[in-house]
């Protein structure tokens, strides 16, 4: 087997290679892959307190969020399954994750190991009558926040604003907030191109989503233009330092192009299990990747996942699509997440410099000795990871 040393001080690695150094204590790992720990670039861990999934396999997206908006919860409940999803991503070996959140991040009684998140400041206000007090109320929490201690590592922002998805925040209001992001220097996450009757929405202003906002008292027929499509989206959202698509399941090869073109701003997220539960169309992941686009995994939230494990996505994405090689596919769960969030230079590889997060995944038998090899064959195996570390310190399983 191929021996591997990552050499640790202070949190961080300060080196990688196959020689043992001198007058350092060592520990010795075993038959095991040491993987930078997983970056999880998409979900929603107040929704974690669920035992199952909500709704049922394939159901309309617009009849899934009915049933998410009619969810009843109390913040200190909400709080409880943040951390709840918190500690079961750090058992999976994510160390990292961009969590989009309607709880308020300063609350958050953090269990003692907790993964590092990137807290997105979810908006929504559809109507140009909701825009101001939308916006206005992001700028609050940004500041209350500042007031607090904003959470940073190194000086990076922990925190972020996601205007939610084009049929809960008009083009004019995701134009401020990406303003307001720029202001205060922070990542956006904003769920696109998700669904058919998204595009039905952003094409005749009609359909399942139409119907919500109605219900909900919070249509406004001149919020968006009739003949809109997810790529006068992005364009607004070029203006974000780094922006998370979340999603992306229906973006056309000029859409994806366009993503490349920006792709040091602008990265795609799938969430493949979540993807597989709606039953879209095949995700296009080769064209994106073909095209250049830096393609993110996200697990998405325990409403439409059994778990929060990064690395059965990571399998998952490698089952489905077999011509994606895995160390592409290990970089989607590891450095492309943390770049897209700011945090490329940070976490999400093992190199000096960048804190010593990692993940141990043992190597299934009988696999040759070539370090490609033993990737593919940990992605078509079923072990879980077996130990993980936080700025080099173990944690407790
Ligand atoms: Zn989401």
């Known amino acids: 087997m191929i021996d591997g040393i990552v050499q640790i001080e202070g949190g961080k690695v300060t080196q990688v290679g196959t020689k043992p150094p001198r007058g350092v204590p060592i520990t010795e790992l075993g038959d095991v892959a040491l993987l930078p720990g997983l970056v999880n670039a998409h979900t929603h861990l107040e929704l974690s307190d ?32 943040v951390n709840k999803g918190a500690a079961e991503s750090l058992r999976h070996g994510v160390t990292t994750l961009g969590d989009i959140a309607t709880y308020a991040p300063h609350d958050v009684n953090e269990a003692p190991q907790s993964p590092r998140a990137v807290r997105f400041h979810e908006v929504i206000g559809f109507s140009q009558a909701r825009a101001p007090s939308a916006h206005g109320g992001l700028v609050k929490k940004l500041k209350l926040s500042k007031v607090e201690g904003a959470s940073e590592l ?5 925190e972020g604003v996601s205007p939610h998805a084009p049929y809960t925040v008009s083009p004019p209001l995701l134009r401020n907030l990406v303003g307001t992001a720029a202001e205060w220097n922070m990542p956006v996450a904003f769920h696109l191109a998700e669904s058919k009757e998204e595009l039905e929405f952003l094409t005749t202003g009609a359909g399942g989503f139409q119907e919500i906002l109605e219900e909900r008292s919070m249509w406004d ?15 607004i959202l070029t203006r974000a330092p780094k922006a998370l698509v979340i999603h992306g399941n229906y973006l056309e090869r000029k859409e994806l192009a366009f993503l490349a073109r920006h792709r040091d701003a ?7 299990r979540s993807h597989a539960y709606f039953g879209h169309d095949p995700y296009p992941l080769e064209t994106a990747l073909s095209l250049g686009v830096r393609v993110c995994l996200g697990t998405d939230s325990l409403a439409s ?13 490698a089952a489905q699509h077999p011509r994606v090689p895995a160390e592409k596919i290990l970089e989607m769960g590891t450095l492309a997440s943390s770049h897209a969030m700011g945090l490329g230079h940070l976490v999400g590889a093992l190199s000096s410099g960048r804190y010593a997060d990692m993940a141990a995944v043992p190597i299934p038998q009988g696999v040759p000795d070539a370090a490609a090899d ?3 064959a940990i992605l078509a195996d079923t072990a879980p990871v077996s130990q993980v570390w936080l700025g080099g310190t173990a944690i407790e399983n």
């Open 374 to 376: 033993i990737l593919a």
């Open 305 to 317: 996942n059994p778990d929060l494990s990064l690395l059965d996505e990571m399998r998952v994405t």
């Open 221 to 235: 027929p001149w919020a968006v233009p009739r003949g809109s499509a997810p790529l006068d989206y992005l364009r």
């Open 50 to 81: 669920r035992k199952k999934r909500l709704g049922k396999a394939g159901m309309s997206m617009p009849d899934w969020i009915r049933l998410v908006v009619n969810e009843r919860t109390t913040p200190k409940k909400k709080l409880a399954a």
């Open 266 to 272: 602008l990265s795609l997220v799938y969430c493949p």
């Open 154 to 158: 190194d000086g990076t922002p922990l």
